[in-house]
């Protein structure tokens, strides 16, 4: 049976899906078997009365090799 772990990122993107992207990019950069990526919080960055940037907190699950 697989074992899985999982591990907290947080992300910052242009828009949600690039941040939720962003996260789960570099999380395979030194991860392998990634198989989710869960988001746990949102937060929009805002300047000057606009939101400028979205930031998202994540549960990153992957599965450990035998």
Do not use: C, H, Q
């Amino acid at each position: 049976m697989p074992v899985a772990k999982v591990i907290e990122l947080i992300s910052e993107g242009a828009t949600l899906e690039e941040a939720v992207s962003n996260a789960a990019a570099k999380a395979t950069k030194t991860l392998r078997k990634v198989t989710a990526v869960n988001v746990k919080n949102i937060k929009a960055l805002v300047e000057n009365g606009k939101v400028v940037r979205y930031r998202v907190n994540t549960k990153v699950t992957f599965v450990l090799e035998d």
